[in-house]
């Protein structure tokens, strides 16, 4: 990364999946790095960028609908969205983006033993059915502006 940051860059967009990736490689991966994770990339941008904003312009996991338990369940995409947030909370982040609000279609993909057709990302499905991911959210976006929405 460079050190010397043009001034037509008005903020820094951070993207990652700490808690997704690392639950994939390993089931029993503590989500609480995955916290660390942020906090420690968000200190060190600010540190290669001092005075810019940073936006978390990606987080999130995936779900299926109605699944509890294990890697595509419900629970676990709720708790990496709350997890993660923890380590968000520097003074210079000035927004989070939870990719995404709906699952949506995405071209026939083979992805491990499984078509994929579906991106399952969403804290809602298709038809706007609320995951557990969603109350995640809620919670999460609730006490970031101290009002109800």
């Known amino acids: 990364m460079a050190t010397n940051v043009p ?3 008005d903020a820094i967009c951070l993207n990652s999946y700490p808690g997704w990736f690392n639950r994939a490689k390993d089931p029993t991966y503590d989500l609480d790095k995955a916290s660390l994770v942020w906090s420690e990339n968000i200190d060190r941008l600010r540190g290669i960028y001092p005075g810019k904003p940073i936006v978390i312009t990606e987080f999130g996991s995936f779900s299926l609908k109605g ?6 369940g419900e629970d676990l995409q709720a708790q990496i969205i709350e997890t993660e947030s923890r380590g968000m909370t520097h003074p210079a982040v000035c927004g989070l983006v939870i990719w995404c609000y709906s699952d949506n279609p995405w071209p026939n993909v083979v992805t491990g033993n499984f078509d994929l057709m579906m991106s399952p990302f969403g804290v809602v499905t298709r038809e706007r059915e ?5 109350y995640a959210a809620q919670k ?3 006490s970031r502006i101290g009002r109800s929405i």
């Open 67 to 72: 699944i509890v338990g294990g890697p595509l």
């Open 7 to 9: 001034s037509e860059i």
């Open 140 to 142: 999460l976006f609730r």
């Open 130 to 134: 609320r995951k557990l991911a969603y």
